[in-house]
């Protein structure tokens, strides 16, 4: 009984002397605010969870692993305000590209779709070199998918990518539908009122001393073209990044490409940036663009010789108007690869040439008013046949490429295969050098033009932007202000007596009037 | 870039308009392995394309144990067959600069003329000599990539060290810029010998860390703006093109590891560019 009670005690004394191990244990440190108690636990389960191999040999370093994990978790106390990065703005807006309008599931399978095969131009142009890589292409088409929706037009195609230097613009070419062309003339019509009215009100300006007036005379201004042929042919819209709405370029007006004929600016990406330039351009950036696109258009939109036909000639018209109209030709058999790499002369322009005026049809400016009293004075009209200027002429419509002119030593086109080793199915890439990226492709009846680029023209050595013309003298020349030698002593003394000499005779003349009148 | 993250960074710089051909990215990936072998290159970069009237030159850069002075440019037609070019000394700049003119032809062997006239003597006894200056296209090649390299290449701040025996290597732990640093032009240097270090003013100095900052800011170029920085593939990739070289393309995907430069134009500078911004 005595060694159950000492067992009792010293079982007693064993359980106590634990309790205080354990409560010594529990005891939180000052620095750190844990105790070995739980760390201990917290390692063992640890241990236990994992199973380490050679644990007794890594155990500090589990340790110190199991004291770092509860720092962290005590100091993360501030909670992360999600921010939305840009790039999280434009994969929201990329993701509408995606959706699928679940109405016209079975309609689009029988309508001919205005939108052309767009994967199989990806992987020509892949071919050929050219791209804006697969993705970044099955996005733009997918947004060309939505602006055909969108506007309901006719034809569309990507024309291609302008880079600028904050951002890059995304070009798409459409045809006009009917109803637009109105609106446009409407709003044209509103704006030169406006310009009428302000030129007449600073006309009236002060009477008193007449200010030297400029003897300049601006070049009269030729008139725009109708939309729908020419240069406005096709209507342009641009967008920023594939998925963002697509905005409508203004028509382009004849000035606006002389002018960017002789500037020579880079694109900043937004379409409201003023175009600081001489000679000033008239508008902004976005006519800038628009002329450009233009100038682009005229000069190297190609196709394979064939592929189009004249549209219906009418009879009289051979020297007159320029056919503007194109078909594509049913018969087209589509040419041999290498003949197409080989010869210029299988390619053909098929849009309209820009001329040195700025449109693509000739305007006759020199038309003085009143031309109706021209049947009397014949003699009039002989003296004005030298100062009429002579019509301007471009290369027809449909013209092959060999008949390109070369600028500063350089061919206008390269042309080769997209492939030699496997050149059965390879296609015929077609560069041109004077507007640096733009391509063209052609593989059977397919092809296609692109341009992705600066958007500027190659400008040979060195780019000089014209000089202002000459000052204007201050007075056009009269006899008020024309200088003249003061007369010398000897002259005015010589005037002096000639004048009394008049005097004299003239008193002389009176007084024998005089006396005759007396003596009468 | 470099020949072994061709297959994806080739997407990466397509903004500019101008990718490969899948045909000759497989020739390259297959011929840039020969090459390194060949050469016992580090490296090797496909450094890019000049484009000429007639044929286009694929050039591709084998990088040494230094990678700023040990360089070698090779040259090729069909990415398969290199060819070394020869480095280019200063003698070499002088006579291109002064006799090459116009477009590259595409023809290594092509020779560009340039005739002048000098009079020496005075008055009555002034000789006529003329001196032609004779330049074949490959020289013109070496030149002319040596150029782009020195006034153009890019690479991110903290991607190159500087070892204590000026050795210019890889920065092996690069984690890449973040996204608001790949934002700024401040954080891209120019890889070649820094012209402006000196110029820095100490206070300047203290916040550089000289391991890293030994090369030139790329926004202390004059004329300010001839770079243009933007995000592109839906604003994840920074995407930096010069336009005093128009052609040269960086990129760089931030908080990544990748960068690279390539360059596909047709070799000419930009001297319009002050008239251009």
Same mark, same amino acid.
């Given at each position: 009984?005595?060694?159950?009670?000492?067992?009792?005690?010293?079982?007693?004394?064993?359980?106590?002397?634990?309790?205080?191990?354990?409560?010594?244990?529990?005891?939180?440190?000052?620095?750190?605010?844990?105790?070995?108690?739980?760390?201990?636990?917290?390692?063992?389960?640890?241990?236990?969870?994992?199973?380490?191999?050679?644990?007794?040999?890594?155990?500090?370093?589990?340790?110190?692993?199991?004291?770092?994990?509860?720092?962290?978790?005590?100091?993360?106390?501030?909670?992360?305000?999600?921010?939305?990065?840009?790039?999280?703005?434009?994969?929201?807006?990329?993701?509408?590209?995606?959706?699928?309008?679940?109405?016209?599931?079975?309609?689009?399978?029988?309508?001919?779709?205005?939108?052309?095969?767009?994967?199989?131009i990806?992987?020509y142009l892949e071919q050929a070199g050219v791209g804006l890589?697969?993705?970044?292409?099955?996005?733009i088409?997918?947004?060309?998918?939505?602006?055909?929706?969108?506007?309901?037009?006719?034809?569309?195609r990507l024309w291609g990518k302008i880079v600028g230097t904050?951002?890059s613009y995304i070009v798409a070419e459409?045809?006009?539908?009917?109803?637009?062309?109105?609106?446009?003339?409407?709003?044209?019509? *509103?704006? %030169? /009122? +406006?310009?009428? $009215?302000?030129?007449?009100?600073?006309?009236?300006?002060? &009477?008193?001393? =007449?200010?030297?007036?400029?003897?300049?005379?601006?070049?009269?201004?030729?008139?725009?073209?109708?939309?729908?042929?020419g240069a406005n042919k096709c209507?342009y819209y641009v967008?920023?990044?594939?998925?963002?709405?697509?905005?409508?370029l203004?028509?382009v007006?004849p000035?606006q490409i002389t002018v960017a004929r002789h500037i020579r600016k880079f694109f900043t990406g937004?379409?409201?940036?003023?175009v600081?330039s001489?000679?000033?351009f008239?508008?902004?950036e976005a006519n800038y663009l628009r002329a450009q696109i233009a100038r682009i258009s005229a000069g190297t939109q190609v196709s394979p010789q064939?592929?189009f036909? *004249?549209? %219906? /000639? +009418?009879?009289? $018209?051979?020297?007159?108007?320029?056919?503007?109209?194109? &078909?594509?030709? =049913?018969?087209?058999?589509?040419?041999?690869?290498?003949?197409m790499a080989?010869s210029l002369s299988n390619w053909v322009h098929h849009v309209q040439h820009i001329l040195q005026q700025g449109r693509c049809?000739?305007?006759?400016?020199?038309?003085?008013?009143?031309?109706?009293?021209?049947?009397?004075?014949?003699?009039?009209?002989?003296?004005?046949?030298?100062?009429?200027?002579?019509?301007?002429?471009g290369p027809?419509l449909l013209t092959p490429l060999s008949q390109d002119a070369e600028m500063f030593n350089t061919p206008p086109w390269s042309s080769k295969?997209s492939?030699?080793?496997?050149?059965?199915?390879?296609a015929a890439v077609l560069r041109s050098n004077l507007w640096p990226g733009a391509y063209a492709y052609a593989?059977?009846?397919?092809f296609e033009n692109i341009y992705v680029g600066w958007g500027l023209k190659y400008a040979g050595e060195g780019y000089s932007p014209p000089?202002?013309?000459?000052?204007?003298?201050?007075?056009?020349?009269?006899?008020?202000?024309?200088?003249?030698?003061?007369?010398?002593?000897?002259?005015?003394?010589?005037?002096?007596?000639?004048?009394?000499?008049?005097?004299?005779?003239?008193?002389?003349?009176?007084?024998?009037?005089?006396?005759?009148?007396?003596?009468? | 870039?470099?020949?072994?993250?061709?297959?994806?960074?080739?997407?990466?710089?397509a903004g500019s308009g101008y990718t490969?051909?899948?045909?000759?990215?497989?020739?390259?990936?297959?011929?840039?392995?020969?090459?390194?072998?060949?050469?016992?290159?580090?490296?090797?970069?496909?450094?890019g394309k000049i484009l000429g009237l007639k044929e286009d030159?694929?050039?591709?850069?084998?990088?040494?144990?230094?990678?700023?002075?040990?360089?070698?440019?090779?040259?090729?037609?069909?990415?398969?067959?290199?060819?070394?070019?020869?480095?280019?000394?200063?003698?070499?700049?002088?006579?291109?600069?002064?006799?090459?003119k116009g477009r590259f032809i595409g023809?290594?062997?092509?020779?560009?003329?340039?005739?002048?006239?000098?009079?020496?003597?005075?008055?009555?006894?002034?000789?006529?000599?003329?001196?032609?200056?004779?330049?074949?296209?490959?020289?013109?090649?070496?030149?002319?990539?040596?150029?782009?390299?020195?006034?153009?290449?890019?690479?991110?701040?903290?991607?190159?060290?500087?070892?204590?025996?000026?050795?210019?290597?890889?920065?092996?732990?690069?984690?890449?810029?973040?996204?608001?640093?790949?934002?700024?032009?401040?954080?891209?240097?120019?890889?070649?010998?820094?012209?402006?270090?000196?110029?820095?003013?100490?206070?300047?100095?203290?916040?550089?860390?000289?391991?890293?900052?030994?090369?030139?800011?790329?926004?202390?170029?004059?004329?300010?703006?001839?770079?243009s920085?933007?995000?592109?593939?839906?604003?994840?990739?920074?995407?930096?093109r010069s336009l005093l070289w128009l052609g040269l393309t960086?990129?760089?995907?931030?908080?990544?590891?990748?960068?690279?430069?390539?360059y596909i134009g047709d070799g000419t500078k930009n001297l319009d560019l002050?008239f251009m911004l």
């Open positions: 009984m005595e060694t159950a009670d000492e067992n009792q005690d010293s079982s007693q004394l064993k359980v106590q002397s634990a309790a205080s191990l354990k409560a010594f244990m529990l005891k939180n440190s000052t620095k750190s605010n844990l105790n070995l108690y739980d760390h201990l636990t917290r390692l063992l389960i640890k241990v236990m969870d994992e199973h380490p191999q050679n644990v007794v040999d890594v155990i500090e370093d589990i340790s110190h692993d199991v004291k770092r994990g509860l720092v962290e978790d005590k100091q993360s106390t501030l909670r992360d305000l999600p921010q939305t990065t840009a790039a999280e703005l434009l994969a929201e807006q990329q993701r509408l590209l995606f959706s699928r309008p679940e109405d016209a599931d079975q309609e689009d399978e029988l309508v001919e779709t205005p939108l052309p095969n767009v994967s199989e990806g992987f890589g697969r993705e970044e292409m099955q996005r088409f997918l947004a060309l998918k939505q602006l055909v929706e969108s506007q309901a037009l006719l034809r569309c904050e951002s459409a045809e006009y539908r009917e109803g637009e062309e109105e609106e446009e003339q409407i709003t044209d019509e *509103a704006a %030169e /009122e +406006e310009e009428i $009215e302000t030129e007449a009100q600073d006309s009236e300006k002060n &009477e008193m001393d =007449p200010l030297p007036q400029s003897t300049y005379k601006p070049a009269p201004v030729v008139p725009k073209e109708a939309i729908g042929t209507v967008c920023k990044e594939p998925g963002l709405p697509w905005v409508k203004p028509p007006s000035v937004r379409l409201d940036t003023p600081n001489y000679p000033p008239p508008g902004n064939g592929f036909q *004249a549209g %219906e /000639e +009418e009879g009289d $018209e051979e020297d007159e108007a320029p056919r503007d109209s194109y &078909e594509v030709n =049913p018969d087209f058999e589509g040419t041999p690869v290498t003949e080989e049809t000739w305007v006759n400016l020199a038309v003085k008013p009143g031309e109706d009293s021209n049947e009397e004075g014949e003699a009039e009209e002989k003296e004005e046949e030298p100062d009429e200027p002579e019509p301007e002429v027809p295969t492939s030699t080793l496997t050149s059965q199915h390879a593989c059977g009846k397919k000089v202002p013309p000459p000052p204007q003298k201050e007075y056009p020349s009269g006899p008020e202000i024309t200088e003249a030698l003061d007369p010398s002593l000897e002259e005015e003394q010589a005037l002096k007596e000639a004048l009394e000499e008049q005097q004299a005779a003239q008193e002389e003349m009176e007084d024998t009037d005089e006396e005759e009148e007396d003596d009468d | 870039m470099d020949a072994d993250s061709l297959y994806y960074s080739l997407e990466l710089v490969l051909n899948i045909e000759q990215r497989a020739a390259l990936q297959t011929s840039l392995v020969i090459l390194r072998k060949n050469y016992k290159f580090q490296r090797v970069l496909y450094w030159y694929f050039i591709a850069q084998g990088r040494g144990e230094d990678e700023m002075n040990d360089k070698k440019n090779l040259y090729s037609f069909n990415c398969m067959d290199w060819f070394l070019l020869p480095p280019a000394t200063d003698s070499m700049i002088d006579e291109v600069s002064r006799a090459a023809d290594p062997s092509y020779v560009y003329e340039h005739l002048e006239i000098r009079r020496q003597g005075e008055g009555d006894e002034a000789e006529e000599e003329e001196v032609v200056t004779k330049v074949n296209e490959e020289s013109r090649l070496a030149v002319t990539v040596h150029q782009i390299d020195e006034e153009v290449s890019v690479v991110p701040r903290g991607a190159f060290i500087k070892s204590p025996h000026g050795l210019v290597q890889v920065n092996r732990s690069f984690g890449g810029l973040s996204h608001s640093e790949a934002g700024k032009l401040d954080n891209f240097l120019h890889f070649s010998k820094p012209k402006n270090l000196k110029k820095k003013s100490i206070l300047e100095m203290g916040d550089l860390n000289p391991s890293i900052d030994f090369l030139d800011v790329l926004s202390d170029d004059i004329p300010k703006g001839s770079w920085l933007q995000f592109e593939c839906a604003s994840r990739v920074c995407v930096l960086f990129y760089h995907v931030p908080m990544t590891p990748q960068h690279g430069y390539i002050p």
